[in-house]
């Protein structure tokens, strides 16, 4: 039996999916402008999922005006951004650092560092939110839940729509996996994070692969789910795997950047003769979680680069 809404417009089906998006980042700022615990990353993964949504399913709307709301919620997610990645590495400085036995000194240190700079990147966030361009944001977010601006495929049939968009982010993911050495990646030392070049090629063609695990990932969510479910087992079982490449490589990505952060520190206590072992120690420790995050991601690839929706 087909899912309940699969033969329903799609203009229909998406506008509700629009504006569930948009009810929950307007749920979602007050707690983050009041900095409460994860809210941040809250209204961050809401203000994501809709500019997602917008991007694998644009020709439901107007090009245009998808361009544009899209680039107003990449700069808002860009805020909040560096608030959550600060948030992000002090957990994993203490989480981290403690099951390497790295001191409390040096990890009081770290922590003391990001939640200054935490304050700051968050006190950045509270202006931008009491800005113009943050009131143009609003308007326009309200503007698309009262007359969203449909494109050529609102009137199809929105299971045939989210099939084929979905299909072609699977093949967005073949693309970025052909793209990206999953073995040179795993396999990066303490050592690799000096040459800085090869690293960040490295990561960026990551990037390129956990964005496109998200697009799947969170396309799927929204056409898999009451009240707006248009497709079935299938997708969702995409959508799965491609939150598994999505948080895979998040984390990856997060234990990096912790021994790089690390790794700097060494090296500065080591210009002023200070011990640079607990460091180097939280460096090395981060790099191993690094590649034990990607335990998961070989099979995740494979699944997805042979299934279609």
Same mark, same amino acid.
């Given at each position: 039996m087909a899912p309940p809404h699969s033969a329903d417009p799609a203009g229909e089906v998406f506008t509700t999916i629009v504006a569930e998006h948009v009810r929950r980042i307007e749920q979602r700022l007050p707690p983050a402008l009041a900095d409460e615990d994860d809210a941040v990353h809250r209204l961050r993964t809401a203000v994501r999922r809709l500019r997602t949504v917008l #991007?694998?399913?644009?020709?439901?709307?107007?090009r245009k005006e998808v361009k544009q709301l899209r680039r107003r919620l990449a700069e808002l997610g860009d805020v909040l951004g560096e608030a959550r990645d600060l948030e992000v590495r002090r #957990?994993?400085?203490?989480?981290? @650092?403690a099951a390497a036995s790295v001191s409390r000194d040096a990890r009081a240190r770290l922590v003391a560092e990001l939640d200054r700079e935490h304050a700051a990147a968050h006190a950045r966030f509270v202006d931008y939110a009491g @800005?113009?361009?943050m009131r143009a944001t609003t308007a326009e977010l309200i503007r698309w839940v009262r007359e969203p601006p449909r494109g050529k495929a609102a009137d199809r049939r929105a299971g045939k729509v989210a099939r084929q968009r979905l299909r072609k982010a699977v093949d967005r993911v073949g693309r970025a996996a052909a793209d990206l050495d999953l073995q040179a990646l795993a396999e990066v030392t303490v050592e690799d994070l000096d040459d800085r070049a090869a690293l960040d090629d490295l990561l960026a063609r990551a990037h390129r692969l956990r964005k496109a695990g998200r697009r799947l990932s969170q396309g799927a969510r929204a056409v898999t789910r009451t009240p707006t479910?248009?497709? @079935?087992?299938? /997708?969702?079982?995409l959508g799965t795997a491609g939150k598994t490449l999505q948080s895979s490589l998040g984390d990856h990505r997060d234990a990096l950047l912790l021994a790089l952060l690390a790794r700097d520190h060494a090296a500065e206590a080591a210009a002023h003769g200070e011990d640079p072992a607990p460091y180097d120690r939280l460096a090395? /420790? /981060?790099?191993r979680r690094a590649a034990d995050a990607l335990a998961d991601l070989p099979d995740a690839v494979d699944r997805l680069t042979s299934e279609a929706p």
């Open positions: #991007a694998v399913y644009r020709p439901v709307f107007e #957990a994993d400085v203490e989480s981290v @650092g @800005g113009l361009q479910k248009v497709l @079935g087992s299938r /997708a969702k079982e090395r /420790a /981060a790099t």
